[in-house]
């Protein structure tokens, strides 16, 4: 089968790299990276960008900046990449494991109101594979409360909430480039706000201190060093400007197979609700009624790439397991989705339309597994 391997490069990251190369500035000081920076923050309407190391240090930034610590509480989906819940244990605070929806995979609003305590400072709602998560109800909640979100966007590079990207409702928007991202430099991230304050501290955090337009050997504020290299945003520009077209390719073959599989008995796809139609498909996510283990042999044998979802909710996890520093809710959506849920990588949805219908008559045959 012809899937598309990933990631994929051409001559423009290869024209922006000799750039960089013939400067001499490879490192964060080039102005390709506030380039980058003002680029993709328009592209998501934001205001201001800070490229950083990786989409992990974005979240632990934006926490630090918010002044979030010990003794604080930050809710976060019970479904997500372990990073959405260290960042908050690193800060020293503690992670409150929240459910998702049982169709959206995103956290449930309800559910982050019934959590909400006196301690809580913070909410971290993941676009879960891409359509975002239901800003409408998660800041109304917020406002409510006065609790600040930090947007986790590091599957949503393009996805919109009622024609408003990612990255653009929370205090923060944080977004990952690590290699299996829909836009990479094998590794990076970006933080995103509105708010010139927040970013002008987390700029001091990453920049070690130093503050614009001062000395190099002046630090004002404990920082430390997250600076993202010009030779990766040469590679993010060139990748930032694939991405419409490849969002659209996505776009398109998600919604053949979905059509070509819409009478499949026992086969479910993910629900994007309408204020998220449009939006990245980081990954195709579905859930099967039978035995997801042949349905995951049928399709990996066949050539197709496919994971059976997260071997366990954030609060299995080994660090999470003994329940020490971190509070639980109950989420039995969560706990059904990791028993009968698949995702089937974005690289499988940039193929042609006869890798698609390949694609989609082998999610057929292995569903009736
Ligand atoms: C939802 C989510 N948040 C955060 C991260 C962390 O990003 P990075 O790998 O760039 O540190 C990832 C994945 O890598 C992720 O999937």
Redesign the pocket.
């Given at each position: 089968m012809g899937i598309p391997n990933w990631p994929i490069s051409g001559p423009r990251e290869r024209e922006l790299l000799e750039e960089v190369l013939a400067s001499d500035r490879w490192g964060g000081y080039h102005p390709i990276v506030t380039r980058f920076e003002q680029q993709f923050a328009a592209f998501q309407h934001c205001r201001f960008g800070l490229a950083v190391m990786?989409?992990?240090v974005t979240?632990e930034m934006a926490l630090e900046v918010l002044g979030i610590g010990e003794g604080d509480e930050v809710i976060v989906p019970a479904i997500?990449?372990i990073?959405?819940a260290t960042a908050v244990s690193r800060a020293r605070a503690t992670p409150v494991f929240v459910d998702i929806e049982a169709d959206t995979f995103n956290i449930d609003p309800q559910r982050v109101r019934e959590a909400i305590g006196p301690k809580t400072r913070a909410i971290i709602p993941?676009h879960f594979g891409g359509p975002m998560a239901n800003m409408d109800a998660l800041m109304g909640i917020a406002g409510e409360h006065g609790i600040p979100i930090i947007e986790?966007a590091?599957?949503a590079h393009g996805s919109e909430w009622n024609g408003r990207r990612a990255g653009s409702f929370g205090s923060f928007g944080s977004f990952?480039f690590?290699n299996g991202k829909v836009m990479t430099a094998g590794?990076g991230?970006i933080l995103l706000s509105n708010d010139e304050t927040l970013i002008d501290r987390a700029r001091e955090i990453l920049d070690i201190g130093r503050r614009k337009g001062e000395g190099w050997f002046f630090h004002y504020t404990l920082g430390t060093n997250y600076r993202i290299t010009a030779l990766q945003c040469a590679v993010l520009i060139a990748q930032l400007e694939r991405l419409p077209e490849q969002n659209c390719l996505r776009v398109r073959n998600v919604g053949t197979i979905r059509e070509a599989l819409m009478d499949m008995p026992g086969l479910h796809f993910q629900r994007v609700p309408e204020a998220a139609r449009v939006h990245t498909n980081y990954l195709l996510l579905g859930w099967v009624d039978g035995d997801r283990g042949a349905f995951h042999r049928h399709l990996t044998a066949g050539g197709f790439p496919c994971t059976p979802f997260y071997p366990h909710t954030l609060y299995e996890n080994p660090l999470y397991k003994e329940r020490h520093n971190c509070r639980v809710m109950p989420c039995p959506n969560a706990e059904a989705r990791i028993t009968d849920a698949f995702w089937i990588p974005h690289r499988a949805l940039l193929g042609d339309d006869i890798e698609t219908e390949a694609l989609a008559s082998a999610i057929r045959t292995a569903a009736a597994a």
């Open positions: 990786n989409g992990t979240l997500s990449f990073s959405t993941v986790d590091a599957h990952s690590q590794e991230g």
